[in-house]
T-cell receptor
């Protein structure tokens, strides 16, 4: 069974700071998805990375996929209170996104 | 633009009671899944379906039943609720293939078993 480890588990920062959160796997990812979940809501897909070394940007968010496809990072530049939430990574286990394996998440709080 | 709709939003059950969590999607998605989310545990897959009439077990299926009689609906049944089933339940739907397709989650159902 694949294990996804996310770090840090909790992160509290001030508005305007930069941050990076990590997702590491015990085995090679098939493809990796990053989600953000706000309190009282379901996860919302941010990005999917498939190719080793891939970098994707979504406004102030930069996602990197490790060359060996066993790790990924999410970097947020100039964090805003609206970035507050639980950031989850997930592996699709073989190209199908109806059987996801999730990490435990990083709970980010951005203070104004 | 409903997306994935889950009902009820909140439910309190007594140990041994049965109930059904409803999930409906209006996007004609083939694939639907149920996850539970516990503190410190992330989301774990309970059951999934790849089309009407086809279901299969995920990581934590014990104590839950599912069926898929229509493309739109994927109910999750608890036959005899136990305190260990206290959790937040999420239903999700998608077209299945990862590239270019998004998976959509419902807003969750909060279940407490006392």
């Amino acid at each position: 069974t694949q294990l996804l480890e996310q770090s840090p588990q909790f992160l509290s920062i001030q508005e305007g700071e930069n941050l990076t959160v990590y997702c590491n796997s015990s085995s090679v990812f098939s493809s990796l998805q990053w989600y953000r979940q706000e309190p009282g809501e379901g996860p919302v897909l941010l990005v999917t990375v498939v190719t080793g070394g891939e970098v994707k940007k979504l406004k102030r968010l930069t996602f990197q996929f490790g060359d060996a496809r066993k790790d990924s990072s999410l970097h947020i530049t100039a964090a805003q209170p609206g970035d507050t939430g639980l950031y989850l990574c997930a592996d699709d286990g073989g190209g199908s996104n109806y059987k996801l394996t999730f990490g435990k998440g990083t709970l980010l709080t951005v203070n104004p | 633009n409903a997306g994935v709709t889950q009902t009820p939003k909140f439910q309190v059950l007594k140990t041994g009671q049965s109930m059904t969590l409803q999930c409906a999607q209006d996007m004609n998605h083939e694939y639907m899944s149920w996850y539970r989310q516990d503190p410190g545990m992330g989301l774990r897959l309970i059951h999934y379906s790849v089309g009407a009439g086809i279901t299969d077990q995920g990581e934590v299926p014990n104590g839950y039943n599912v069926s898929r009689s229509t493309t739109e609906d994927f109910p999750l049944r608890l036959l005899s609720a136990a305190p260990s089933q206290t959790s937040v339940y999420f239903c999700a739907s998608s077209y299945g293939e990862v590239n270019g397709n998004t998976i959509y989650f419902g807003e969750g159902s909060w279940l407490t078993v006392v």
